[in-house]
């Protein structure tokens, strides 16, 4: 854990949000300024700043990343079309450095994102 860390203490409860699923690896909650009627962070518990400080060791962990929101996706009835996002660095609008899969759903979303 990364004590300076926003979604690490979130991880560890020391900073409350809405929580929707945890388990040994990975934790996900409610985005606190939804772009969307859905709109859930999954955060691995192993702090990451962004995608490419994972290694080949990640890789089942970044996979199980997407599987929850597919999960998340199934359950909360997205599958007429959900969007999952990873924003790296800040020209991609990454704004919290701690990696994190946006799970999107529940309105129609175009393409190409800005
Ligand atoms: P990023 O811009 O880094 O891809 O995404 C960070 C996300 O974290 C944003 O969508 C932002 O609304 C959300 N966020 C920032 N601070 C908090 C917080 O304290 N609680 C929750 N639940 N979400 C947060
Ligand atoms: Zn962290």
């Excluded at 690490?8 to 388990?23: M, N, R």
């Excluded at 359950?75 to 999952?84: I, K, N, P, S, V």
Aim: aromatic share 8%.
């Amino acid at each position: 854990m990364d004590s300076n860390c926003l979604f690490c203490k979130i991880g560890a409860k020391q900073i409350p949000a809405k929580l929707v699923y945890e388990d040994d690896d990975l934790f996900a909650f409610e985005d606190i300024s939804p772009q969307a009627p859905t709109h859930i962070l999954i955060c691995p518990r192993k702090h990451f700043a962004a995608l490419q400080d994972a290694h080949q060791d990640d890789a089942a962990l970044l996979g199980k990343l997407q599987l929850v929101a597919a999960k998340l996706a199934t359950e909360r009835d997205l599958l007429a079309g959900y969007r999952t996002v990873f924003n790296n660095g800040s020209g991609a609008g990454q704004s919290v450095f701690h990696l994190h899969l946006h799970l999107l759903g529940g309105r129609h979303f175009r393409w190409p994102p800005g």
